[in-house]
């Protein structure tokens, strides 16, 4: 089955560590993105990769940080810095970054211990 | 003003009810449009795309004004498994890309 997957499901993190979330896809697409979700609110763009080996800045990638070495997985660090980390994190791809539709993950919860 | 802006809800509608959700946009330069659903504590998932002349699904009708930036879903024969936060999702693409969403409009439909 072609999809995006994430893990893990629910992530707890203590204080001043930095935890990495996993996404990956089979449906190969070259554009990939990770967003946060808030209770309540929209969803807010934190990095978001068009090819392999590139990634930019959403608008609020303070204390994240990404990397894309491989087409089919695009991992998000939570570090130290982020202050208010608690957030449900979804991971996204669409064939080509633009106008194309985002397909998304089952999401991760983050908790702050 | 917010990009993307839709209904601030909650609906709450009775089974077999008529509901429409309402968005704008500000970006003139707003170039693709969708409607997403997303269930509770669940990822959103793509309910349709919107097109310039309008497009319907079964149950679900979704229409665009591009002057008045302005884009709509009316459900129609409300089911109770269409309670679900319904978000307006928009793509401006000027050179770079950016995609805005909506907060999202909460339906309940009640028995």
């Known amino acids: 089955d072609g999809g995006i997957t994430q893990s893990p499901k629910y992530l707890f993190r203590k204080e001043g560590q930095n935890v990495t979330l996993s996404c990956e896809q089979n449906?190969?697409?070259?554009?990939m993105y990770w967003y946060r979700q808030d209770p309540g609110q929209g969803l807010r763009l934190i990095y978001y990769?068009?090819?392999?080996?590139?990634?930019q800045k959403g608008d609020i990638a303070e204390g994240y940080s990404v990397s894309r070495e491989k087409k089919e997985s695009f991992p998000l660090t939570v570090t130290s810095a982020q202050k208010n980390p608690t957030a449900f994190y979804l991971c996204?791809?669409?064939?080509?970054?633009?106008?194309?539709?985002?397909?998304f993950g089952p999401g991760t919860r983050l908790l702050v211990l | 003003r917010k990009e993307v802006e839709q209904d601030p809800g909650p609906f709450n509608v009775p089974e077999g009810a008529t509901v429409a959700f309402n968005c704008t946009y500000s970006?003139?330069?707003?170039?693709?449009f969708f409607w997403y659903r997303q269930d509770c504590r669940k990822e959103p998932k793509l309910l349709m795309s919107?097109?310039?002349s309008g497009n319907e699904d079964g149950r679900f009708t979704a229409q665009l004004n591009r002057a008045s930036q302005y884009i709509s879903l009316l459900i129609r024969d409300s089911k109770l498994s269409d309670s679900a936060t319904y978000l307006c999702?928009?793509?401006?693409?000027?050179?770079?890309?950016?995609?805005?969403f909506g907060a999202g409009t909460r339906l309940f439909v009640k028995a």
């Open positions: 999702v928009v793509n401006i693409g000027t050179g770079g890309f950016k995609t805005i």
């Open positions: 449906l190969n697409h070259d554009a």
């Open positions: 996204a791809s669409s064939i080509r970054s633009g106008v194309e539709t985002q397909y």
């Open positions: 970006n003139s330069a707003s170039q693709s």
């Open positions: 919107v097109y310039s």
């Open positions: 990769s068009q090819i392999v080996n590139d990634f």
